[in-house]
């Protein structure tokens, strides 16, 4: 008998860029390629992306970006301790 399958090494990433406005980082990770990528490679199933203060058009990425199906995306502007308890965090500080 086979051993059962090894989980997903992780369901869940975080992207926070905290106060600074990052918006090259938010709008990377929005992409279709990443967000594929994260699914096929990780296992990902969910994606939260605290997006700080950022500009309209990276709002309006973040907002196609959650109606991609494979990963669903959780937004949010804040940075709430729900949110610090996610893992593996992708993060940028100068």
Sequence with gaps: MD????????????????????????????????????HNKLGTTKVLIQYGNASIDTLKILEEASKVGRVSMMISNKLTWSLVMQEPVVSWKP
């Design 3 to 38: 051993p059962p399958p090894l989980p997903p090494l992780t369901s869940r990433v975080f992207v926070t860029v905290g106060t600074t406005r990052f918006d090259s980082l938010v709008q990377r990770v929005c992409q279709r390629s990443f967000l594929d990528l994260l």
